[in-house]
């Protein structure tokens, strides 16, 4: 059986949509940073043609070790706006940073990625492949909801998670490059935009 992250760790990938609190282990990630508006930056374009191209580099060189589903695509979002807290609407989405990611298994190491980088290299000339890095990442004490709908819709149960925050005795913690995160559980080409699945999450510290 192949292993999915979405069904051995759903409290991570499967929320209710109710907000909960949870404290998020150090996982490995193919990360590409960047800015634009991911609907029309090629930027954008190019970092998911990166983390997927990789990622399937990975799984494909690497049966023998594990049969896993690739995770779902995540992504940190930010603007250089000291108000903004996470999830608020950005009517100029050129404005956002990102960071996007796609979760590794365990076994892949520095070294499995360096030769994954050369071979999808060979197989994609032009590819910059410098642009990706793998990183660990320990998000620590978060609460997090399930959105379903449209990502224009996500400041609606982005407010409900910050009442929960407050009302639960936590405040909103971005500091120190903790940010707001979104999990896209639903494939858009796939699902009607009402039908979407988005996990939310937003660090927390105790108020």
């Known amino acids: 059986m192949k292993l999915d992250f979405k069904k051995t760790q759903k409290d991570l990938y499967l929320p209710p949509i109710t907000p909960v609190v949870i404290d998020v282990p150090t996982m490995s990630f193919i990360t590409v940073s960047g800015q634009g508006d991911p609907n029309t930056s090629d930027e ?12 399937y580099t990975i799984k494909m060189s690497h049966k023998e070790v594990l049969e896993y589903v690739v995770p ?21 989405k050129s404005k956002f940073f990102w960071k996007m990611m ?16 050369e071979s999808l290299e060979r197989k ?35 407010s409900a998670l910050h009442a929960f925050i407050l009302k639960s005795g936590y405040l909103p913690d971005f500091e120190d490059g903790r940010e707001h995160h979104e999990i896209y559980i639903s494939d858009p080409r796939k699902k009607a935009p009402d039908k979407l ?11």
């Open 197 to 207: 699945k988005t996990v939310l999450r937003h660090p927390i510290k105790k108020a």
């Open 124 to 158: 994609k000339p032009g590819i910059d492949t410098s642009r990706a890095m793998l990183e660990e990442i320990t998000e620590g004490l978060c609460a997090q909801v399930m959105h379903i709908g449209p990502y224009d819709d996500e400041p609606r149960t982005t």
């Open 44 to 55: 954008y374009a190019t970092a998911l043609q990166l983390l997927y191209g990789l990622s």
């Open 102 to 117: 796609l979760r590794q298994p365990e076994f892949v190491t520095p070294a499995i990625f360096e030769v994954a980088k």
């Open 72 to 92: 779902p695509l995540e992504g940190f979002w930010s603007v250089d706006d000291d108000s903004y807290r996470g999830g608020e609407a950005i009517p100029d």
